[in-house]
Every structure is written in C-alpha cells, then in structure tokens.
DNA sequence: GAGTCGGTTTACAACGTTGCAAAAGAGGAG
DNA sequence: CTCCTCTTTTGCAACGTTGTAAACCGACTC
C-alpha cells in the first residue's frame, strides 16, 4: 500500500502532525522544516488517504447521481454535465443505475450504498419511492425533472407545461390538425408524462382542435423500439395523424424510422417534434425538432443546490426552472435538404 | 449525522463489539441480544458507515472508470455495462471523465482522486500518458481497447486488425472498389485507428485492390460533425468513394447524413459500415451494418481482471480479445426497406 | 535574569469500524 | 466442588487523518 503520514514523519524525523501541516499548507511551518518533509513525501510517493480524511470530516466527498440507464443519450449527457460541474467543486460522482424496473438486488445494493455519498441527485423516470424508501432519511436530495411526493426535495426541472404547449402549437402552426402525442404513462400522477400532455392538450384546445384520445400513445419506456411501436399503431388508424409530439428524441427517432421505413415523407407527410435536444436528433435525416432543455443549467443548479444542502443548508424545498429552447429543425421545417 | 455503533451500543445495553457482531452475522450472538441489538438498530435506523470500513479494510470499494466522455453512446453504453458488472460484485464505480484533450485541471483532480480508488478501468481513446503518468503506481489497472506502452496493465479489447479487415471485406463482396475509411488518427502508434487501418488495407490488397490515401481521411474526434466533414472531403474528390468504413458508428451517422442531404442514396450509391453497434446504429435510416463488439463481454472481463488484481494477483500483465460480430444492416444491403 | 511573546512543533484524542485476544458465563464431566 | 470446554461478550488497538491545546524554543523587553 501507499505510504502514510506515519511513515512520511518517519523518514523527516519529524511528528506526523507537522507532516499533515506541511501537507495542507499550514502557516507556521519553518523553511527548513518544509523542505525536509516535502522531500520526504517526493521520496515515497505519499498521497493524502482520502478514505481516512473524510472518516475525520465525516464525508466522503462523494455524491451519488441516480438515473435510469447510462444507455439513454439523454441521462448520459446530463451525466456528463453533472460529473462536469461536481468536478469544477472537487466532488465526485458515483452513478446508480435504477433500471426503470424496480430490480430488487440493486435497490438494497443501493440503499446501503448511500452510506458511502454524502447527497443525492435523482432522476425519477417511473417515480421511484421505494428507492426512496430505501436511502438514508437525512440524506440530502436533489430531484430532476419530476416532484416525487409533496415537496420533499429541491427540484430542477423545465417548464414541462410550457414546453408541450409551445411544441404542439408548433405543428399546429404549421397547418396540422391530426397531431398525435406519444409518451404517455400513468405511473406518475404529477410526472413529467402528464405534465407533457397537459401542454399538448391546452394547445389543441386553444387553436380549437378537438382532442381525440385514440391519437395519444402510451410508451412503457422511452426508448427508440417504443417510438416506432407507438408510429405503428397511429400509422393504422383509419385517420392517421399528420404530426406527432414525442415525449423525448429516442421515441421521436423511433416513429422517424417507422415513418421512413412504411415510405411516408417527414415533414411533408408527417411532421415531428421531441424532447430533449439530444445529440443523435442533431444529424439523424432528416434532422429533429426538439425543446432543448438547457442541460448545463439543469446540472450547475442541481450540484450547487444538492451542495448547498450538504453544507448544512436548512430552508425549505426549493425549486428552480430551468431554461428550454424549441429548436426548429427539417422534421418539422425543411430546409434546403433535397428530399424526394 | 447517522447513528453509530456506538449509539445502538448505549441504546441496547452491550458492547459496541457485540454490535458490530450482529451487524456483520458473526455466528456465536445469543438469539435474546441479537433481539434486543436489532431493535436498537431499528430504533436509530443505524447503517454502517462505509467510510470507516473502508478506512479499517484500507479499501475504498469503489473503482474508477476513465471515459473519453460520456456523451459518446459507445461508452455510455460500455459505462452501463461496466457499472452493472461491478455491481453484481458489490462494487461501486466512479466515472472520470478524460476529454481527450488533457485538460489539466482534471488531470490533477484525477491524480489525487486516485487514492479513493482501489483499481481503475480505462478506455485510452486518445493514448494518455500523462492522465497514467499521474496516478498512484501501485494503483490495480485495466486498460480497455488500446495497449499503453509496452505491455504495463491488463488489456481488453476486440481484435481490431480483423474486425476492419471483416468489414472491409464485407464492403468489397458487394463489388465496391473505391472504399473510403474515416478515422484515422497518427497520434497513437499502436492505437485502435491503426490497428483498423491495418485491417483495411489488408483487405485491400487481398482483393487485389490498390490502396488509394487519397480515401483515407482523419478525424480528430469521433464525433459525427467529424464524420459529416470526412464525408464532404470524399465527396469533393474527383473520383469519390462508393463505400466508407467509419472507424466508429458516430463517424458513420454523420458521414450517412451528409450522403443523404447532398441527395445521395445509401447504400445504391454509397455502403457505410461503422463499429461499435451504438443503439443508434439499429434505428437510424438506413439502419447502419456495423461490427459490433460484445459490450457485456468486455465489461465482465474488465471487472474480474481488475478485481483479480485488486485482490492481490500477480502475473504478468493478461490480454483478453472480446468477440465481435460483422452486423449486417440497411447501409450495406438493402433488404425490404422502400428507398428512392 | 526573569518574564513575555511569537512562531514552531508536538502529543493526544477522535472520526466509525473490525481483528485479536482475553474475560466472563454456562454447562457437563469427573 | 473443581476442572475443563465451549459459547458469548468485551476491551483494546489500529486503519490514516486532523482539531485542539499544550509544550517548546528563541528572542526580545523590562
């Protein structure tokens, strides 16, 4: 194993405490000291045991973040973002993945895992309250995207309302009148999924489109596979939709396929519009419409919220809002592409 | 904070070594004190803090994995697969992530994050002396993909040199002649892209085909903008390609969109192949014919590796070739889809 | 020369856990 | 009743670190 103070003190001939106030640069520390420690340490390779400090201060300079799967581009590059900022304040990240199914083994791995983190970022997608249950109860939280119970943690998330709305009167704008809405799900009475239809909804009914159930899709997950099963099953009604609001990009790039595969023509057949803004929506063909939340505000505000907390901050839940942009591009506005 | 061993010790009337016993099923407790401790534990809702175990057992639990980045799909996936491994085996993993350009900052960060760490799993993309260079010498290490200096850790990895000549061959069985490759990269020596450009040239010259470094187009990340650029160069050649072997599947998603936007049909005009087998890949249009290395396999063979050698193995440094599988999709063999 | 003051160095305890070895208790055999 | 064995319980030390407070030292003042 490495060196430790002990033995840095040691070879210096010194205590181990002037060692550890060499080691963190404290004040009264003679030239001649100093340099015969630091000399010391240089020999044996001596690294700080952060195992052993954060035993003292009572931390673990660790934070967990919860999501649920790496594989969707959309949690990956909002863990990216998270790990960034976490960095930027010295802290680390430890990534769970909670799997959407609530797998047993790894929700007991995880509750006793929370020992180790010292606060918690969460992505509930199907709200997850066993998970919950199984974390510490002074265990600081930030939620992302979706309010499990009443007020119980701080929260980011956009203005999914606003959102849907804004992305529905798109298509609607654009002439449209058969818009079909894919995502929905039940699991979650004040979840993201009836956020977004609520939104969807308010704009039908403000443009004076009559709202027809049969046009709305549920989706157990939110990836590609349930998009294009989802496309399928509108494409066979006998008044198939002319745009589709997608709940994210992946469900969005799975109808897209559906569309292209059965021969129709996006936008001038049917026209789409996600959610999420996520990389592959940027060079798929044609490219995606999408509400881009602001990513990098959604991850700053999470990490200095959930650090705010772990420093002893005691006010109430709070909640912030975070930006989003509807990005107009060629599945719902062609432009230039030579499309046949 | 939490309660600890102490407090349930106070609480139950033993000893904290009692305490410790039932929590760790030491086998010679009394039912009636096991009873009465238990309650206690309950009552304070005590967990054990890892911190101090792992303080007591000078390990950490935890291993790091080194990611180019996240927002990549191939290595989120892999993140997914190695973080689901480890788990399995009650570990945790800590994401680092590299940049590819060796941001400083996050190099130290990282140096002195390594005590944390009990072993580390690294994906090289590109080659990181200096992110090796500052670790802990002794620290248990598995390299993913790409050899680092002269046999120094443990390596995983596909057989790259067939895998491009496999793909290559593919591309050439249709009756291709003028193959592009995208990818390349002269900054490594033994690295992944010259070990696939190795492998296409031997299927060029197999074939009978005369090697043309006109075709041959670098990337300076694997991202799709730089596929999209690659693909614009080929196109502007006087004699431009009728099949490209991308290096990855993002290069490949990106060069397919600057095909199809310039009004080129794939693959009648143009056959892409790509590797990695990225979700995206399976859904976009055309589907895109890939060479999928085994994910799980390759994240398994890490964990054990790497655990074998946190335990304390000692051979000399081991290499394992994952499988990988030629998948055939729309990119290169247009079956059933309606194309124009 | 005693007293004081500043900088410098140190011993000790504690964070929460567990291995070790020894102490305490419970039976059972002689 | 003593001795032995076996189970149950305990105290102590240690993992590597740092805060606290006290000890040490040289120099300066009166």
Redesign the interface.
């Known amino acids: 194993?490495?060196a430790s103070l002990k033995d840095v003190a040691r070879l210096a001939g010194v205590s181990v405490k002037t060692v550890s106030n060499v080691v963190n640069e404290y004040q009264h520390v003679s030239e001649a000291t100093r340099s015969r420690v630091q000399e010391a340490i240089d020999q044996l390779?001596y690294?700080?045991?952060?195992?052993?400090r954060?035993?003292r201060y009572?931390r673990?300079?660790?934070i967990g973040l919860a999501l649920p799967?790496?594989?969707i581009?959309y949690f990956?590059?909002l863990?990216?973002e998270i790990?960034?900022a976490a960095?930027r304040e010295?802290w680390?990240?430890?990534?769970?993945?909670t799997d959407g199914r609530g797998d047993r083994e790894?929700l007991t791995?995880s509750g006793?895992?929370?020992?180790?983190i010292d606060g918690l970022i969460i992505s509930p997608l199907t709200l997850d309250a066993e998970y919950l249950a199984g974390l510490?109860?002074?265990l600081p939280l930030v939620l992302l995207g979706e309010q499990v119970g009443p007020g119980t943690a701080d929260l980011v998330a956009i203005d999914n309302v606003t959102a849907a709305r804004e992305a529905t009167e798109h298509l609607l704008g654009l002439g449209r009148r058969r818009v079909a809405a894919i995502g929905d799900q039940r699991v979650s009475p004040g979840g993201t999924a009836t956020l977004r239809l609520q939104g969807y909804r308010e704009a039908l009914a403000a443009a004076g489109v009559e709202y027809d159930p049969e046009l709305v899709v549920p989706a157990e997950s939110y990836?590609?596979?349930d998009g294009?099963a989802a496309m399928r099953l509108l494409l066979s009604l006998a008044d198939p939709p002319d745009a589709v609001l997608c709940f994210n990009d992946l469900l969005a790039?799975?109808a897209?396929?559906t569309l292209?595969?059965?021969?129709l023509r996006v936008p001038a057949d049917v026209a789409i519009v996600g959610v999420d803004d996520i990389?592959?929506g940027?060079?798929?063909?044609p490219t995606l419409t999408t509400i881009a939340p602001d990513k990098t505000q959604i991850a700053e505000a999470a990490v200095t919220m959930l650090l705010e907390r772990v420093n002893g901050l005691a006010t109430p839940p709070r909640s912030v809002t975070a930006r989003h942009t509807l990005l107009v591009r060629e599945s719902t506005h062609l432009r230039g592409?030579?499309q046949?």
């Open positions: 194993m490495g390779g690294r700080p045991n952060l195992t052993a954060h035993l009572g673990s300079g660790i799967e790496l594989g581009p990956a590059e863990a990216e790990i960034g960095e010295s680390s990240v430890l990534i769970d993945q790894r791995s006793a895992r929370s020992r180790t510490r109860a002074d990836h590609r596979p294009a790039l799975g897209l396929r292209l595969a059965a021969g990389e592959d940027r060079f798929s063909t592409l030579a046949e």
